[in-house]
C-alpha cells in the first residue's frame, strides 16, 4: 500500500490554530485567574500556556509520570506539587472559553454537510469523579456508600466527527433539555443545522427554541399510547405522518377549556420560556413521523423538516445517524483518556474535560484529512486507526516535526470497519478509576 503524500500544511495549520487560542487567552489571562493582580506575573518553569498546553496533552498516567513525560526525563522539570499549585490558579472556565474559541476557529476545518446541512446530535453521557458526599450537584445517595457523578451534556456534529459545544451538569441536579436550550441559544454558526436527538429531549420547549434560532430538527418523541405529547392528541395506531399545530398557553379560559383541538394548556410545572404575561399564547407547528421498526413496534419522530425534501424514509435514516455520538463517548473516554482524572477536586476536574474534548477535537479534524487508500481484494473496509492517530497528534503538538511524515503516518495504521456487528448490552456498574490503578 503506497502512502499519499500531502503537500498542503494542513496538520501545522491547525497546530497554529491552537497555539493561537492560547495564546489569545493568554493574552487576557487576569479575567480567568482566581487572583488575577499576582497569579503568573513572576516568571517560573511552568506559564499560564504551559499549563495550557500541559493540560491538552495529558494522558491516562499517574501525575509524576505526566509531569516527567511532558517536560523532559531531566532535573529541570517541574515537581508536581508545582503544576497542581499553577493549575488551581487558573479558573475552570478558561478551559470552556478555550474550547469553544478553537472549535469557531477551527470551523472551516469541517467541511462534510449533509444537502447543505451540519447535522448535530445531541445526547449525555455520565462520568464518574471522585467520591465527595458534601457536593449536593454530584454525590448520589445510592448502595452503601454512595458515588459523585458528572454528566456531559454535548452537541457533536456527526459528519465531522468533532464536538461542537458542551455543558456540564451535577448527576443530581441533572436537566437534559434545559442544557441544549442552553447549546441552541449560543449556537453561532451561520451554516444550517439539523439538530437529532433522543425521547430524553422531547419538549414543546425545546421545539420552541429550534425553531426561534432557525434550526431544524429530528427528535424523537414517546409514543402515542404514552403519556408524552403525542398521548393527548387523536392519532392513528400505525404509521402516518402528520402536522400539529396548536396554541400553547397556560390560561384556563372558557376558551381554551371548549377547545383542545387548539389549545394545549400547560401546566405551571412544565418549563416554558416564550409564555409570560403580555405573550400568555404561542403558536407552533411541527411534523410528526411515526414509522414501525425492524421489531415490529412504532417509533415517533417530530420534525420540522419539509415532508416534499425529507419523506419518511429519510426521516428514519436521519434519526439513526444519531449513534454516531455514542462513537464519539466511546472514544473520548477510553481512547482520549477521560475517565482517567488528575485531581480530586471537581473544578479541576471540569478543566480537564474541556481540555480533553479540544484534543479530541484537534485528533478527528487530522484523522478527517487523512486519506484512506483502498486495499483491493479485502474483506472490509478500512478507516484510521483512531487510537494510533491521537498517539501521532499528541506526539505532533508535544514535539513537531515532519508533518507529511506524521500524515502518512497515520494513514498507515488502518482498521476494519465491522457495520453489521451486534453485540448485547451489558449494563455494569463503573466507578472512578483511582490514582493508584495508573499506567506507568
Known amino acids: 500500500m503506497k502512502s499519499i503524500e500531502k503537500h498542503d500544511n494542513f496538520l501545522s495549520e491547525l497546530k497554529q490554530t491552537l497555539d493561537n487560542c492560547i495564546s489569545e487567552l493568554d493574552y487576557i489571562r487576569p479575567l480567568f485567574c482566581v487572583n488575577p493582580n499576582t497569579d503568573f506575573t513572576r516568571i517560573r518553569k511552568l506559564s499560564f500556556s504551559d499549563v495550557c498546553h500541559f493540560m491538552i496533552e495529558l494522558q491516562s498516567k499517574s501525575l509524576p509520570n505526566e509531569v516527567m513525560d511532558y517536560f523532559g526525563h531531566t532535573m529541570d522539570a517541574p515537581t508536581v506539587s508545582a503544576f497542581v499549585q499553577q493549575r488551581q490558579k487558573i479558573l475552570k472556565e478558561a478551559f470552556a472559553y478555550l474550547f469553544h474559541l478553537f472549535v469557531s476557529d477551527s470551523l472551516p476545518y469541517g467541511i462534510h454537510l449533509y444537502r447543505g446541512y451540519r447535522l448535530l446530535a445531541c445526547d449525555g453521557s455520565d462520568v464518574n469523579i ?14 452503601e456508600k454512595g458515588y459523585n457523578m458528572l454528566h456531559l451534556n454535548a452537541l457533536y456534529d456527526l459528519l465531522n466527527h468533532t464536538y461542537c459545544d458542551l455543558t456540564i451538569q451535577g448527576k443530581k441536579k441533572l436537566h437534559e433539555r434545559q442544557a441544549l436550550n442552553k447549546m441552541i441559544d ?26 426561534q434560532k432557525g434550526m431544524k430538527f429530528v427528535i424523537r418523541m414517546k409514543d402515542i399510547s404514552s403519556n408524552g405529547i403525542l398521548g393527548s392528541y387523536d392519532l392513528p395506531d400505525s404509521e402516518f405522518d402528520k402536522y400539529i399545530e396548536t396554541t400553547l398557553t397556560r390560561k384556563h379560559t372558557k376558551e381554551t377549556l371548549a377547545h383542545p383541538d387548539v389549545y394545549t394548556i400547560l401546566p405551571q410545572s412544565t418549563d416554558f420560556d416564550y409564555l409570560n404575561e403580555a405573550n400568555p399564547y404561542y403558536k407552533i407547528t411541527f411534523r410528526v413521523v411515526r414509522f414501525q421498526t425492524d421489531d415490529g413496534g412504532y417509533m415517533c419522530v417530530a420534525t420540522n423538516l419539509p ?34 482524572f488528575h485531581s480530586r477536586k471537581k473544578d479541576s476536574i471540569i478543566q480537564e474535560v474541556y481540555a480533553r474534548m479540544i484534543l479530541y477535537n484537534f485528533c478527528e479534524l487530522v484523522t478527517n484529512h487523512a486519506v484512506v487508500v483502498t486495499r483491493e481484494n479485502t474483506r472490509h473496509t ?37 457495520r453489521e456487528r451486534k453485540y448485547p448490552m451489558k449494563l455494569r456498574p463503573k466507578r472512578n478509576r483511582d490514582f493508584m490503578y495508573r499506567a506507568a
Do not use: M
Not at 311 to 333: A, C, D, V
Open 307 to 340: 415532508e416534499d425534501e425529507f419523506p419518511p424514509s429519510e426521516i428514519k435514516q436521519l434519526y439513526r445517524k444519531r449513534w454516531g455520538e455514542e462513537t464519539g463517548f466511546r472514544e473520548l473516554k477510553y481512547t482520549i483518556g477521560l475517565i482517567s
Open 186 to 211: 449560543r449556537y453561532s454558526d451561520s451554516t444550517k443545522a439539523i439538530v437529532l436527538a433522543d425521547r430524553g429531549y422531547e419538549s414543546f420547549n425545546v421545539f420552541a427554541h429550534l425553531i
Open 130 to 143: 471522585s467520591r465527595n458526599p458534601s457536593d449536593e450537584e454530584t454525590f448520589i445517595h445510592e448502595g
Open 382 to 418: 478500512y478507516k484510521i486507526n483512531f487510537a494510533t492517530a491521537v498517539n501521532i497528534c499528541r506526539d505532533y503538538l508535544k514535539n513537531g516535526g515532519d508533518e507529511t511524515e506524521k500524515i502518512n503516518l497515520i494513514q498507515r495504521h488502518l482498521t476494519p470497519i465491522r
